[in-house]
């Protein structure tokens, strides 16, 4: 079955302090995984997908096969990084399976 | 240019009406999706239209649930007989027809359903 875990609701962290958002898949062939983010009264938006290996907005995202997991990282959260972030896998078909969500808080 | 574009925003209905919820997608995007976000809960995927036709309706919930799209445009969702438990956010997203791989699918603002 194609899953997407995303096991923290909230994650809570400092200005400057570094920040993981954990996503964990199940999916039986090679998906392609995306990290969506939607801003406070703003709509969803794509943030990064794995196959760009990009980085964004000083985020980044590596796909780790053997652990199936395509964890969000940013080595100094900023205050506009609050937010909902929503992992989504897409498999053989252009639906994407989305997580549950983290919300993230950055204080300042 | 435009994004995509939901209506109602909000839509309160009583237990046992019906609902229509409409989605305007990018101009020239071929595909359309629906999703349902319930509260504390992440996106479904409900369906997916490729021009006119539905080759994905596996996460319509219920024979309550129905969508149609005309012209490569406007699409609506329909949900007959409202239950409680339709309470949900509907996103609308589209996306560009792209040859091969991933066509970044755009969102809509959603309409928030309450069924009472």
């Known amino acids: 079955a194609q899953r997407v875990t995303q096991p923290e609701k909230l994650l809570s962290v400092f200005k400057g302090a570094p920040v993981e958002l954990k996503c964990n898949y199940s999916?039986?062939?090679?998906?392609?995984l995306f990290w969506y983010v939607q801003y406070s009264r703003q709509r969803l938006q794509l943030l990064l997908r794995?196959?760009s290996r990009e980085s964004i907005k000083g985020f980044t995202a590596d796909l780790n096969k053997g652990e199936t997991s395509f964890h969000l990282k940013k080595p100094f959260a900023q205050e506009e990084d609050s937010a909902m972030y929503y992992c989504?896998?897409?498999?053989?078909?252009?639906?994407?399976?989305f997580g549950t969500g983290t919300r993230l808080q950055v204080f300042p | 240019g435009a994004g995509v574009s939901q209506s109602p925003s909000n839509k309160v209905t009583e237990k046992g009406k019906d609902v229509e919820l409409r989605c305007d997608p990018i101009?020239?995007?071929?595909?359309l999706y629906w999703y349902r976000q319930r509260l504390g809960q992440g996106l479904e995927f409900l369906i997916y239209?490729?021009?006119?036709?539905?080759?994905?309706k596996s996460g319509l919930p219920s024979d309550r649930f129905s969508a149609e799209r005309t012209g490569e445009s406007v699409s609506t969702l329909t949900i007959q007989r409202t239950q409680q438990e339709d309470s949900a956010v509907y996103l609308c997203?589209?996306?560009?027809?792209?040859?091969?791989?991933?066509?970044?699918?755009?969102f809509g603002p959603g309409t928030r359903l309450t069924v009472l």
């Open positions: 997203a589209s996306s560009a027809p792209l040859a091969g791989g991933y066509n970044e699918q755009f």
């Open positions: 999916y039986s062939g090679s998906p392609e």
């Open positions: 794995h196959i």
């Open positions: 989504a896998l897409q498999g053989n078909t252009d639906k994407l399976i």
């Open positions: 101009s020239g995007h071929t595909a």
């Open positions: 239209f490729q021009g006119n036709s539905a080759p994905d």
